[in-house]
C-alpha cells in the first residue's frame, strides 16, 4: 500500500490482504480506501463539492462522481439545484433526487496519495481498534498469556497476539520485574472504551487471578465439582481460598493441594512464592471463620449478626498465631469471611467478663437499692439492664433460685419507681439543654440521647434533619457514638426528623426507599452477575 497511483484489479488483492492481517473485515477495508479517493478527488475538483467514489467490488475499477441534490431552495450552489435547472438535464427529475456527473479517474499526485494512505491507515486502526474491543468485552474474568512489547514508567504493555493489554505497576506482584519479549500470564480484570481507544487491563494481583489458576491446575474445579466461594489475597505475600465440594466422596482442600503438593505448588511458582491457605468452607458463620483463621486454635466464639461482627476468643499462646504479622492473617480471615472479627485471648475475655459482670452488678445495687447477692444472681441469670427486671414477666424473675413471688414483684416495682424517676430526670435535663419536645418526640431517641444531644447543641428538629449519619456515630466525633446506634438506624432517624420537620412528606420518602432498595437489588444483580462471569469466563 505505498502507492495509490494504479489502483485497479490490484485494489482487491490489498483489501482482503489488510483485512486478513489486521483481523478485520474486508467490506471496512473497501470503505476506507473509497474515503480516502474521495478525500483525494475533493481536493483536486474542490472541497465544496459532494465527490463520491466507489470501487466495484468485483472487478476492483474505481468510479469517481459529483452528486447534486435536486431541493426546492438551493442553499449551496455547489451541492444543490433547483428543479428547474435539473430538468434541463433529466427532464423528469424531481426534488429529493440526485443527479449523478461521472468524472475522470485523476491521477494522484505525491500529496494526494499519500493523504489517501493516510486516510486508509486511519480507518483501518478505528477498525481494528472496534475488533479488538468486541473481542475482549466479553472475555473479562479470564487468563490470558502475553508477551511484553515495553515497559513505560512502570507499566507494561503486553502484546496478546490481536490486542494490547495494559498491566499497571500495581497490578503484578511486589518485587516482580518484566523484560522486553517476557513472557507473562495475567487476568483480564476490565475492558473499556477509552479516546484513545479500547484499553484492556490486566492484573496478577486480582483475587480472582489466583482462583484461575486453580481452575486450570484442579480440573475438579474446572469441572464444577469443587466450586471455590471465597478467595482473599495479601499479593505477593499470603492468601486464602474458601472451597467447597459438590460430591460427598470428594475432599476439596485435598484436590487443590493435589499429590504431594504439586497443584498448589505450581500456583504458588506462578504467585512468586505467595504462600495460600486452601479453607474448607461451611455456610455456618462460626464454622467457616474458624477455618479461615488457621493455623491457629479457637476456643470460642460469639457472632453479632446485627453488625456483623464476630467475637473470637483464641488461648494465650494462639494470639500472635491468630492475628498473624502484621495483622495479615486475622485481616484475610475477614476479606474471606466477609464478617469483622475481633480476637481476644482467654485471660481478656475473662477480665472482660468480669468487668461486665461488676458493672452490671453495682447498677442494679444503686437502681434497685439491693445488696450485692441479689444484684449478682440477677446478672448470673442473665439480666443486663433495669429495663429487662421491669418488664419481663414476673415469673422470669420468681423463677431464680432464692427468689419467691413477693420478692420478684418487689424488684419489678422498685425497677420501674427507678426508671420512671430517671425519666423525669432525663427530661428536666434535656430541657434545661433547650431541647424542644418536638426532637422529644421522635421515635426512637432516649431520654439518655437527648441530653447527649443537647450537650452537642443539636436542640431542635430541624438541627437534628440537618445531620448526616456520620455526624452521629462516627467512632471519634460522632455526639451518639457511645449508645451503638448502626449506620442504618442513624439514617432512619435522621429520615423520620425530616419528614417530622416537613422536608418531605411519609409518600416521598416510602417511594425515595423503594428507589433505593430496587437500586440495591440492580447492584446486587450486577454484582453477581460480574461474579459469575469472573468465576466462570475461563470455563
Avoid at 114 to 127: F, G, H
Avoid at 304 to 323: F, G, H, R, W
Avoid at 433 to 439: A, F, I, N, S, Y
Amino acid at each position: 500500500m505505498d502507492t495509490i497511483a494504479h489502483l485497479t484489479m490490484e485494489i482487491l488483492q490489498v483489501a482482503d490482504t489488510v483485512a486478513r492481517d489486521k483481523g478485520i473485515d474486508r467490506e471496512q477495508v473497501l470503505e476506507a480506501m473509497e474515503q480516502a479517493i474521495q478525500k483525494a478527488g475533493r481536493t483536486k475538483y474542490g472541497l465544496e463539492h459532494d465527490i463520491r467514489a466507489t470501487i466495484d467490488r468485483k472487478t476492483g475499477a474505481i468510479q469517481l462522481a459529483r452528486y447534486l441534490e435536486v431541493v426546492d431552495e438551493v442553499e449551496n450552489e455547489a451541492t444543490q439545484l433547483t428543479p428547474d435547472q435539473a430538468k434541463q438535464r433529466k427532464p423528469d427529475a424531481v426534488a429529493g433526487e440526485f443527479l449523478v456527473d461521472p468524472l475522470p479517474p485523476i491521477d494522484f499526485g505525491r500529496i494526494a496519495a499519500q493523504t489517501a494512505k493516510q486516510v486508509i491507515v486511519q480507518r483501518v486502526r478505528e477498525a481494528e481498534r472496534e475488533r479488538q474491543f468486541e473481542e475482549y468485552k466479553d472475555r473479562v474474568g479470564e487468563i490470558v498469556n502475553g508477551l511484553v512489547k515495553r515497559v513505560e514508567f512502570g507499566n507494561v504493555t503486553v502484546d496478546l497476539g490481536r490486542a494490547e493489554g495494559v498491566l499497571r505497576r500495581d497490578e503484578f506482584l511486589p518485587r516482580e520485574h518484566f523484560r522486553r519479549n517476557e513472557r507473562v500470564r495475567a487476568y483480564i480484570y476490565d475492558v473499556r472504551q477509552e479516546p484513545r481507544g479500547p484499553q484492556i487491563f490486566l492484573s496478577r494481583t486480582h483475587p480472582q487471578f489466583m482462583a484461575k489458576l486453580f481452575a486450570q491446575e484442579v480440573p475438579e474445579i474446572y469441572d464444577g465439582i469443587i466450586e471455590i466461594d471465597a478467595v482473599a489475597r495479601d499479593a505477593g505475600s499470603r492468601a486464602k481460598i474458601a472451597v467447597h465440594s459438590n460430591d460427598s466422596s470428594i475432599d476439596p482442600v485435598g484436590a487443590c493441594v493435589g499429590m504431594r503438593g504439586s497443584r498448589v505448588q505450581a500456583v504458588v511458582s506462578e504467585l512468586q512464592g505467595e504462600k495460600i491457605d486452601i479453607i474448607p468452607w461451611s455456610p455456618d458463620p462460626a464454622t467457616f471463620v474458624v477455618n479461615a483463621l488457621a493455623p491457629a486454635e479457637v476456643a470460642k466464639i460469639v457472632l453479632d449478626e446485627d453488625q456483623n461482627k464476630i467475637e473470637v476468643v483464641v488461648p494465650d499462646d494462639q494470639l500472635s498465631l491468630a492475628i498473624g504479622r502484621r495483622g495479615q492473617n486475622v485481616r484475610l480471615a475477614s476479606m474471606l469471611t466477609g464478617w469483622d472479627i475481633d480476637i481476644l485471648t482467654e485471660e481478656e475475655e475473662s477480665e472482660r467478663r468480669q468487668k461486665e459482670f461488676l458493672s452490671r452488678s453495682e447498677r442494679f445495687i444503686q437502681a434497685l437499692d439491693v445488696d450485692e447477692v441479689i444484684a449478682h444472681l440477677l446478672v448470673t441469670e442473665g439480666f443486663s439492664s433495669v429495663e429487662e427486671v421491669a418488664y419481663v414477666p414476673v415469673e422470669d424473675v420468681s423463677s431464680i433460685e432464692g427468689f419467691d413471688g413477693d420478692l420478684a414483684g418487689e424488684l419489678q416495682q422498685r425497677a420501674r419507681n427507678f426508671l420512671e424517676a430517671e425519666s423525669d430526670r432525663l427530661a428536666e435535663e434535656r430541657r434545661n439543654l433547650g431541647v424542644t419536645d418536638e426532637l422529644a418526640a421522635l421515635p426512637g431517641l432516649k431520654g439518655t440521647m437527648l441530653v447527649r444531644l443537647g450537650e452537642g447543641e443539636i436542640k431542635t428538629l430541624e438541627d437534628f434533619a440537618d445531620l448526616a449519619s456520620d455526624e452521629l456515630i462516627d467512632s471519634q466525633e460522632g455526639i451518639l457514638a457511645s449508645f451503638e446506634i448502626r449506620e442504618s438506624e442513624a439514617n432512619e432517624l435522621i429520615m423520620k426528623a425530616r419528614v417530622a420537620a416537613g422536608w418531605f412528606t411519609e409518600e416521598e420518602l416510602r417511594a425515595a426507599e423503594l428507589e433505593k432498595l430496587a437500586e440495591e437489588e440492580r447492584a446486587a444483580a450486577e454484582a453477581e452477575s460480574a461474579a459469575e462471569l469472573a468465576m466462570q469466563g475461563g470455563s
